[in-house]
């Protein structure tokens, strides 16, 4: 029903190892501590809020154990900035986008450009604080399988968007 | 009063609404373009180009079978909903306009064919019927049972409390009664079955379906007889599934995975045309259709074994947990012992599982086929992979393995456990093969 695609010697190839990632901004680890903290300090209240109010709730005689297991994923949560900071990366290519992120599983996605439908920049107020934005590609896959490429700055980001949609044009000229 | 006004007006506005919307239906064809006009105060026109449809399905309902009429909808590449739709016409109109539409909207030099040459499957009134028995009858009965339990609750009203009472006493929650949980069980059973047969009749009943140029198109239905138009463009991949009931049976459920439709609308059944063929000769006959069957021309690769460990984890916890629990709470401790045959199985089944997976790769195509008792079957050519994901857990890395996703516009396939280099190459053959094909999800 389709020709065949003529067969592409796989060595040729430049080997994804070789990809040179950019890094994203560094401040943008003080983003995520910022962001982190809040979330964790909304946890914390949720949980206060439970105790003040239903103080005889069985599950408050183990507030030691609530309250570890709350530091714990404190600490998990900001060693995993760090350590996911430094190996998160992305590369603009000829034909796709590559992006690399993860610390306990790491994760290397790869958006072909001929199938990216549309991309966005947008920032959130944290990120607005220190001149950061967000670059978000689309495809027709499903939505959570998306990219949002976090971290970049504002000109940066624009430049980026620009760059796809130049691209996305020239694919479907 | 109020109530029995409105029983009135209610179904004359209707039919006055009715009356007028068939007064003022028109339907034209204007340079290149279909055009349906209705309303009187609130005037809709609806202008649909030819070369935005992808698909005009007609069916015929009950209602409009003794006339003669048809259902037209029209479907275009923009969205998932019914973009037009013509709600009856003579049935012959119905077709020759169909073909017209159908002969415009392609923009390329390609004619489509009509379904004049031999269909590709067919469904005798037998095989709907078994295909009817060997349903997966659980969910059905669990529906049967809820219909059957707020029914019950009703009887209270109609028979008193007391002999609701005396029937839950004596027989529902009475757990010596082993007979009559049996009776019952047998009883739900066959209805379930029943409700399956006869669902499978209003569905499949007359099926036959044929191929052209640009599309499947296949014809079911005993009530409302439905003609589904799969356009090879919208395929994204292939699914084939048996159980192990139904592989003794030699029966294969076909999908046909469609694309989603745009961002945020809903995913409704018509992503998802599925129906069963009846030998395995018949079903490598479509793989064939679609693009080829992969497991006889290429070569099997197989994923790491230690997959089995990670597909055993999860369920061992849960089995020990649900047993810990379960003989705490009777203050046993032999009921400790029933894990260990559990869990050898699940073992045991996972290796099997693991040992048995295997998937076929060549240029265009890859196949995945895995299962235990039953089979599955998946076949994607690579221009239809939107992107590509690769994941690595901390073990993983060690082994230099990864799990391989390939996001398509109608949902995900995994490769778990294979070799990372594997996965890279698969990745730089998608993109280079998605950089030279052209935009497919419409």
């Given at each position: 029903?389709?020709?065949?695609?003529?067969?592409?010697?796989?060595?040729?190839?430049?080997?994804?190892?070789?990809?040179?990632?950019?890094?994203?901004?560094?401040?943008?680890?003080?983003?995520?501590?910022?962001?982190?903290?809040?979330?964790?300090?909304?946890?914390?209240?949720?949980?206060?809020?439970?105790?003040?109010?239903?103080?005889?709730?069985?599950?408050?005689?183990?507030?030691?154990?609530?309250?570890?297991?709350?530091?714990?994923?404190?600490?998990?949560?900001?060693?995993?900035?760090?350590?996911?900071?430094?190996?998160?990366?992305?590369?603009?290519?000829?034909?796709?986008?590559?992006?690399?992120?993860?610390?306990?599983?790491?994760?290397?996605?790869?958006?072909?450009?001929?199938?990216?439908?549309?991309?966005?920049?947008?920032?959130?107020?944290?990120?607005?604080?220190?001149?950061?934005?967000?670059?978000?590609?689309?495809?027709?896959?499903?939505?959570?399988?998306?990219?949002?490429?976090?971290?970049?700055?504002?000109?940066?980001?624009?430049?980026?968007?620009?760059?796809?949609?130049?691209?996305?044009?020239?694919?479907?000229? | 009063?109020?109530?029995?006004?409105?029983?009135?007006?209610?179904?004359?506005?209707?039919?006055?609404?009715?009356?007028?919307?068939?007064?003022?239906?028109?339907?034209?064809?204007?340079?290149?373009?279909?055009?349906?006009?209705?309303?009187?105060?609130?005037?809709?026109?609806?202008?649909?180009?030819?070369?935005?449809?992808?698909?005009?399905?007609?069916?015929?309902?009950?209602?409009?079978?003794?006339?003669?009429?048809?259902?037209?909808?029209?479907?275009?590449?923009?969205?998932?909903?019914?973009?037009?739709?013509?709600?009856?016409?003579?049935?012959?109109?119905?077709?020759?306009?169909?073909?017209?539409?159908?002969?415009?909207?392609?923009?390329?030099?390609?004619?489509?064919?009509?379904?004049?040459?031999?269909?590709?499957?067919?469904?005798?009134?037998?095989?709907?019927?078994?295909?009817?028995?060997?349903?997966?009858?659980?969910?059905?009965?669990?529906?049967?049972?809820?219909?059957?339990?707020?029914?019950?609750?009703?009887?209270?009203?109609?028979?008193?409390?007391?002999?609701?009472?005396?029937?839950?006493?004596?027989?529902?929650?009475?757990?010596?009664?082993?007979?009559?949980?049996?009776?019952?069980?047998?009883?739900?059973?066959?209805?379930?079955?029943?409700?399956?047969?006869?669902?499978?009749?209003?569905?499949?009943?007359?099926?036959?379906?044929?191929?052209?140029?640009?599309?499947?198109?296949?014809?079911?239905?005993?009530?409302?007889?439905?003609?589904?138009?799969?356009?090879?463009?919208?395929?994204?991949?292939?699914?084939?599934?048996?159980?192990w009931?139904?592989?003794?049976?030699?029966?294969?459920?076909?999908?046909?995975?469609?694309?989603?439709?745009?961002?945020?609308?809903?995913?409704?059944?018509?992503?998802?045309?599925?129906?069963?063929?009846?030998?395995?000769?018949?079903?490598?006959?479509?793989?064939?259709?679609?693009?080829?069957?992969?497991s006889?021309?290429?070569s099997a690769n197989k994923i790491h074994f230690s997959y089995w460990i990670r597909l055993s984890i999860f369920p061992i916890?849960?089995?020990?947990?649900?047993?810990?629990?379960?003989?705490?709470?009777?203050?046993?401790?032999?009921?400790?012992?029933?894990?260990?045959?559990?869990i050898l199985y699940q073992i045991i089944a996972n290796m099997i599982f693991v040992k048995k997976y295997r998937y076929f790769?060549?240029?265009?195509?890859?196949q995945i086929e895995s299962g235990l008792w039953g089979k599955k079957i998946e076949?994607?050519?690579?221009?239809?992979?939107?992107?590509?994901?690769?994941t690595q857990t901390?073990l993983q890395?060690r082994k230099n393995l990864c799990n391989i996703q390939?996001?398509?516009?109608?949902?995900?396939l995994r490769i778990p456990y294979l070799k990372y280099?594997d996965a890279?190459?698969?990745?730089?053959?998608?993109?280079?093969?998605?950089?030279?094909?052209?935009?497919?999800?419409?």
């Amino acid at each position: 029903m389709e020709n065949l695609n003529p067969i592409i010697s796989i060595e040729d190839l430049p080997k994804i190892e070789e990809v040179e990632y950019q890094r994203l901004a560094k401040v943008y680890k003080r983003v995520r501590v910022v962001e982190t903290f809040a979330f964790l300090m909304a946890i914390l209240v949720g949980i206060l809020v439970l105790w003040y109010f239903f103080p005889k709730w069985g599950i408050f005689k183990h507030r030691y154990w609530i309250g570890g297991i709350w530091l714990a994923y404190a600490i998990y949560r900001y060693i995993s900035i760090y350590i996911q900071f430094s190996y998160t990366g992305y590369a603009l290519r000829d034909k796709d986008i590559i992006y690399r992120t993860g610390f306990l599983v790491r994760k290397v996605k790869s958006f072909p450009l001929s199938r990216i439908q549309h991309s966005s920049v947008q920032s959130n107020f944290i990120e607005r604080m220190f001149g950061l934005a967000s670059v978000s590609v689309f495809t027709a896959g499903n939505a959570s399988d998306d990219l949002v490429i976090r971290g970049i700055e504002t000109e940066t980001a624009e430049k980026i968007n620009q760059w796809v949609t130049q691209k996305i044009e020239e694919n479907d000229q | 009063m109020m109530w029995e006004l409105l029983a009135i007006i209610y179904p004359l506005i209707t039919l006055i609404a009715a009356f007028i919307k068939l007064k003022t239906f028109k339907y034209y064809v204007l340079d290149q373009s279909l055009i349906i006009e209705f309303g009187l105060f609130k005037k809709e026109k609806i202008n649909i180009p030819f070369k935005k449809i992808t698909s005009v399905n007609i069916e015929e309902r009950f209602l409009h079978q003794p006339f003669n009429l048809g259902l037209m909808k029209i479907e275009t590449a923009g969205s998932n909903k019914t973009e037009g739709e013509i709600p009856s016409l003579e049935l012959n109109k119905a077709i020759a306009l169909k073909e017209y539409i159908l002969n415009h909207s392609v923009s390329d030099h390609q004619v489509v064919e009509t379904i004049e040459n031999p269909p590709l499957l067919r469904m005798s009134s037998k095989e709907v019927l078994i295909y009817g028995i060997t349903n997966n009858h659980l969910m059905t009965s669990i529906w049967v049972i809820g219909i059957a339990w707020v029914y019950f609750w009703r009887l209270r009203e109609v028979f008193g409390k007391e002999w609701v009472n005396n029937i839950t006493t004596n027989y529902i929650f009475h757990w010596q009664n082993l007979s009559f949980y049996l009776l019952f069980a047998m009883v739900v059973f066959i209805i379930a079955i029943f409700v399956s047969v006869i669902r499978n009749f209003l569905r499949f009943e007359g099926f036959t379906l044929y191929q052209d140029t640009l599309s499947y198109q296949y014809k079911a239905g005993l009530i409302d007889k439905r003609n589904h138009i799969i356009p090879y463009k919208k395929l994204q991949f292939l699914r084939v599934k048996t159980n192990w009931w139904r592989k003794k049976w030699n029966i294969y459920t076909i999908s046909l995975r469609q694309t989603q439709g745009g961002r945020g609308e809903k995913q409704n059944s018509k992503t998802e045309a599925s129906f069963p063929v009846f030998s395995k000769e018949r079903y490598i006959k479509f793989l064939n259709t679609y693009y080829k069957d992969l497991s006889e021309t290429s070569s099997a690769n197989k994923i790491h074994f230690s997959y089995w460990i990670r597909l055993s984890i999860f369920p061992i916890i849960i089995t020990f947990l649900a047993f810990i629990a379960f003989s705490w709470y009777y203050k046993t401790t032999w009921m400790l012992l029933g894990v260990i045959p559990i869990i050898l199985y699940q073992i045991i089944a996972n290796m099997i599982f693991v040992k048995k997976y295997r998937y076929f790769i060549n240029e265009d195509a890859l196949q995945i086929e895995s299962g235990l008792w039953g089979k599955k079957i998946e076949l994607i050519q690579w221009k239809n992979v939107q992107n590509v994901i690769i994941t690595q857990t901390i073990l993983q890395r060690r082994k230099n393995l990864c799990n391989i996703q390939l996001v398509t516009a109608s949902g995900l396939l995994r490769i778990p456990y294979l070799k990372y280099q594997d996965a890279l190459n698969v990745q730089h053959h998608i993109i280079m093969i998605t950089a030279q094909s052209s935009k497919s999800w419409n």
